[in-house]
Antibody
Framework: EVQLVESGGGLVQPGGSLRLSCSAS????????MHWVRQAPGKGLEYVSA????????YYADSVKGRFTISRDNSKNTLYLQMSSLRAEDTAVYYC????????????WGQGTLVTVSS | DIQLTQSPSFLSASVGDRVTITCRAS??????LAWYQQKPGKAPKLLIY???TLQSGVPSRFSGSGSGTEFTLTISSLQPEDFATYYC????????FGGGTKVEIK
């Protein structure tokens, strides 16, 4: 059974940093691109970042470019999102997401971890 | 960037109703479109991908159609568990989502 378990969320002050982790199991983690999608309270889904299966290629939404860094450790089956210079508008539930082979359709989602940026 | 516009943004329906949700793309995206269902407090669930392919385990009352710029998600007979918010997602550029359609009980 595919499982994605996020951790690392919490309350952080504006300008602060936080690192999210996503522990994956039930599939060959190193074979799949992985993604982060977020959802602000009461709002829709926003695509944040992606990383290729070997980590060699990454993508960032304009809203987080230069502030967030996605990475992965295939030996630990873990995905990361390092977030810095956090802003109030980064407050959201952050989902770790797996995509289908060869296409960025999201077939498995974690339960999400809440990041709250507030003083 | 390709924008996705869903309509309606809110829909009130009864159990047993046939429900159709539309997603329009600002540019042609061939069939690179998916539909997700999200219930309150839960992660989204993939329903349909490649515009019309039903994800494994999804009930057959869900169907998708369309290509190019106009797509539809149809629920043939709305069930109590189908009251949720539905999102479309395009892949033609990087994956972006529509604004969502909330389906509520009439």
């Amino acid at each position: 059974e595919v499982q994605l378990v996020e951790s690392g969320g919490g309350l952080v002050q504006p300008g602060g940093s936080l690192r999210l982790s996503c522990s994956a199991s039930g599939f060959t983690f190193s074979s799949y691109a992985m993604h982060w999608v977020r959802q602000a309270p009461g709002k829709g889904l926003e695509y944040v970042s992606a990383i290729s299966s070997n980590g060699g290629s990454t993508y960032y939404a304009d809203s987080v470019k230069g502030r967030f860094t996605i990475s992965r450790d295939n030996s630990k089956n873990t995905l990361y999102l390092q977030m810095s210079s956090l802003r109030a508008e980064d407050t959201a539930v952050y989902y770790c997401v797996k995509s289908l082979v060869g296409a960025t359709y999201f077939d498995y989602w974690g339960q999400g971890t809440l990041v709250t940026v507030s003083s | 960037d390709i924008q996705l516009t869903q309509s309606p943004s809110f829909l009130s329906a009864s159990v047993g109703d046939r429900v159709t949700i539309t997603c329009r793309a600002s540019q042609g995206i061939s069939s690179y479109l998916a539909w997700y269902q999200q219930k309150p407090g839960k992660a989204p669930k993939l329903l349909i991908y490649a515009a019309s392919t039903l994800q494994s385990g999804v009930p057959s009352r869900f169907s998708g159609s369309g290509s190019g710029t106009e797509f539809t998600l149809t629920i043939s007979s709305l069930q109590p568990e189908d009251f949720a918010t539905y999102y479309c997602q395009q892949l033609n550029s990087y994956p972006f989502f529509g604004g969502g359609t909330k389906v509520e009980i009439k």
